[in-house]
């Protein structure tokens, strides 16, 4: 790797860490939700959280787009919400020069550097399919034109895991372009005390900004140049390929509990997450554990249990548990281990 690319390394592993102290401010607790997000804002990916109201889900959000002086914007998604909502719209208004009116373009909340979409799954499937495309192409068309949006451009979807009465889930292939799903759970007991002392107080502490959108835009590029092994590249495809139940050589219990497996998008992120993942603790190679690490986020989305499965309790993040220890190591790391000890 180029001096100026492991120097960019060094910059990002330090910034993770002055990070990871602006937000522990604002924020108890939730390290590695605090950690996957930030790898995959490194890796130009969007991310899905999934939790139960009153997790601090919003203020987290906003806490990252401060520290990163990146402009944010909230959407709460409602079942009346239209794209152009979201989008902007034309409006028409008079020419003060010639006195004539003409349409103008009024840029919708999508213009910002963070969104955070809030209860995605309350909104109809027109308007999901507005910010999807959004994610997927970074612009917004209305009335003929394409306008872009700003870089870095980094969307947050929240899900209620419970309520689903009126909702409109996503379907699969949308869940697909989040590159993670995260899951933020409930804090533990002293976090919770910790919580409760500090928001029931006077105290209102500040943060400072660690990165600005120019930096992060350096670093993105910095991200995909860290160096990946073949025998990761080849590990990170078996490990895809097994939750395919249709897919030769599979473990056998895949097609009893896997309805449909991922993608070869899933295959991207897993090496594109432990690239991020590498570099965030100042690592120039991404290892097999790194992958099995972002395996969770990754994959838990991507996965569609059968009704065996499902009425056996099994959850897709057991199945990806199983999937780790089913696929063999790369016949060069067990040789490697074995030499090791």
């Known amino acids: 790797m180029p001096a100026a690319e492991v120097q960019a390394v060094k910059e990002i592993a330090a910034a993770y ?11 108890v607790g939730q390290h590695q939700v605090v950690e996957e997000m930030i790898m995959a804002l490194f890796s130009r990916g969007h991310c ?3 939790g139960v109201p009153g997790l601090a889900k919003t203020l987290l959000v906003s806490t990252v787009a401060r520290i990163m002086h990146l402009s944010f914007k909230r959407i709460q998604f409602t079942p009346d919400l239209m794209p152009s909502d979201i989008t ?56 003929g034109q394409t306008y872009r949006l700003p870089e870095p451009f980094f969307v ?46 006077n105290r209102s502490p500040e943060v ?16 995909r140049q860290v160096v990946v092994a073949d025998h990761v590249f ?19 219990w895949v097609p009893d509990l896997i309805a449909w ?11 594109l997450g432990g690239k991020a993942k590498a570099v965030l603790h100042g690592r120039l190679h991404v290892t097999t554990e790194d992958v099995r690490e972002v395996a969770f986020p990754v994959l838990r989305h ?30 060069e790391e067990a040789v490697a281990r074995a030499r090791r000890g």
Not at 180 to 199: C, G, H, L, W
Not at 306 to 330: H, M, Q
């Open 88 to 143: 902007g719209t034309d409006i028409l208004q008079d020419d003060p020069e010639t006195g004539r009116r003409r349409f103008t373009f009024l840029q919708g909340p999508l213009f910002a550097n963070m969104i955070l979409a809030d209860e995605i799954n309350r909104t109809p499937p027109k308007t999901q399919a507005a910010l999807l495309e959004a994610m997927q192409e970074h612009h917004v068309t209305a009335g």
């Open 302 to 331: 991507r996965l569609m249990t059968t009704f065996n499965a499902d009425a056996e309790g099994i959850t897709t993040d057991d199945l990806i548990r199983k999937l780790i220890g089913s696929v063999p190591l790369p016949q």
């Open 208 to 223: 400072e900004p660690v990165l600005d959108a120019r930096q992060i835009l350096r670093l993105q590029d910095a991200v």
């Open 261 to 271: 497996g991922a993608g070869p998008r899933a295959s991207q992120y897993l090496i």
């Open 156 to 201: 947050l979807a929240t899900q209620n895991p419970i309520e689903q009465e009126g909702t409109y889930p996503l379907p699969e292939a949308q869940q697909d372009r989040f590159m993670f799903n995260i899951r933020v759970d409930y804090p533990t007991r002293s976090e919770e005390i910790q919580i409760m002392k500090a928001t029931t107080s």
């Open 17 to 27: 860490e002055r990070m990871a102290d602006q937000i522990g401010k604002i924020i």
């Open 48 to 50: 899905l959280l999934v």
């Open 234 to 252: 080849a590990y990170a495809a078996d490990l895809v390929r097994a939750t395919r139940p249709k897919e030769p050589g599979v473990p056998k």
